[in-house]
């Protein structure tokens, strides 16, 4: 019980991260999308991943793992068609400049936003199930 209430919060964390860095994602007037949303990504993470990862096996190692991010990058696609109200839209990150490190502006079409969104999800997953497994 406590694995599946951890790996909850771990996809709702991993869900406001992305919402948060990039402010295109809407989730429409239904407030049932969001709780959608949250547990198309737990299951993703939870039954899917390990079943594709293991009948997928020398596709996942020769990729280095990166089968969790393909299967975030589908489900973000269907549910674009498949929720009504749910887009995620063009995305212009203005820059910054971080002690000295300067990060170029970039503008983002549709598909790059997702896969930018896809990409942040997936990395705050992996990098919260390191921390707390």
């Known amino acids: 019980m406590r694995h599946i209430i951890k ?20 989730f429409g007037s239904d407030p049932k999308n969001i ?29 280095f793992g990166l089968l969790s991010f393909i299967l975030n990058v589908a489900f973000i696609f269907a549910l674009i068609n498949f929720l009504p109200g749910f887009s995620i839209h063009t995305y212009n990150f203005i820059g910054a400049n971080i002690n000295g490190f300067i990060v170029p502006a970039v503008s ?14 997936t990395i705050v997953q992996k990098f919260l199930h390191i921390i707390f497994e």
């Open 7 to 26: 790996s909850i919060i771990i996809a709702i964390a991993a869900v406001y991260v992305a919402y948060k860095l990039v402010p295109t994602i809407d």
């Open 108 to 121: 983002f079409n549709q598909i790059s936003t997702i896969l930018v969104v896809a990409l942040i999800i």
């Open 35 to 63: 709780p959608l949303f949250i547990g198309g990504v737990w299951v993703i993470s939870q039954l899917l991943n390990p079943i594709f990862s293991i009948v997928l096996l020398p596709v996942n190692l020769l990729t």
